[in-house]
């Protein structure tokens, strides 16, 4: 039977390049992954589409899919909220893809707790300094002031939430970054 496939996750604050580093990773396509596409409450920013970016749902349907025990994970971020289908995830890892969730802090954290395999691999995305993850934050230009300082206080509390992660990847510089999480999980993969 084939291996099962990882389930790789990254975390670490809003604003700290997780998005950036996972496509920086896909793109080079020096491990094979799949993305989990998660679902949201959240309204599409520009160039956002349905289906590729996430599943951009109302909160009803969002709360259905809690109440059916679709999630793996499910949480509340600055007034929305997001989800990891389960079924997908399962299924792809059981055909032996990688799976790549990227996902906030609170979410991470109960993926950890719940999926004991040991074919799990988790980094936390740390960024050098609070003024990058401001700057990061604020050059996106899609959120209001109040939205933005929720995110800002949210990842200062997170910076420190390391932990339960396997690694700790400095986002100093996004190729360099992605490199480092690649050669682990080649190495992960041969384990
Ligand atoms: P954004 O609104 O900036 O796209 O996402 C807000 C935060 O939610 C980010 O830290 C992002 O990584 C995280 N996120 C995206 N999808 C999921 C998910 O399925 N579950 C959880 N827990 N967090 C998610």
Redesign the pocket.
Known sequence: MAKKGLLIIL?????VG??TVRKAIMAKHKVRLTY?I???T?AP?AKEVNGR??YFVSKEEFQRNIDEGNFL???E??G?R???PKDKVDQLRNEGKNVF????????T?VLSKVKDDRVVSFFLKPPSIEQLENRIRKRKSETEEVIRERLEKGEKEMSMTEAYDYVILNDEIDRAAEEIISIIKEKQKA
């Open positions: 975390s670490g604050p809003s604003g997780k998005g989990s998660s679902m949201t959240r920013r970016d996430y994970e499910w949480a971020f600055v929305n997001y989800g990891t969730l990227e996902i906030e802090i609170n979410g991470a109960q």
